[in-house]
């Protein structure tokens, strides 16, 4: 079996004055942004929650009204129990060996240390 294990390396960089001019009023900007989008989308919940409180009293899974679709949605999600996999015979070659990896898309992070996730 092999053992993967993911280190993280911290560099400091000196950044001109001017580029951090730049990135401070950047990052002031979305942070102003990010507080009225945070407000936004607190009310946009709660309206949501009202509208599926309605279509439920109305025993409505779905409707349609000026064009603008409303589905109640459900479902479940699934994930592989690798112990119990193997306890029902797999091998763990076998699920090594049907792991696909692949990379994550870049993004970029803001306000959140990687612990706090």
């Known amino acids: 079996m092999r053992l993967d294990i ?3 390396t911290t560099m400091t960089v000196q ?3 001017d580029v951090t001019a730049r990135l401070t009023a950047l990052l002031d900007t979305y942070q102003t942004l990010k507080v009225d989008a945070d407000l936004l989308y607190d009310q946009m919940e709660e309206e949501k929650r009202k509208i599926k409180g309605e279509m439920e009293l109305a025993g409505l899974s779905a409707f349609r009204i000026n064009g603008v679709p409303c589905t109640i949605v459900g479902g479940e999600t699934s994930k592989l129990n ?30 959140e240390d990687k612990s706090e996730s």
């Open 15 to 17: 950044v001109q004055p």
């Open 6 to 8: 993911m280190t993280e």
């Open 82 to 111: 690798k112990l119990k996999f193997v306890e029902l015979g797999g091998s763990l070659a076998m699920l090594e060996n049907a792991t696909e990896k692949k990379p994550k898309k870049k993004y970029l992070r803001i306000g």
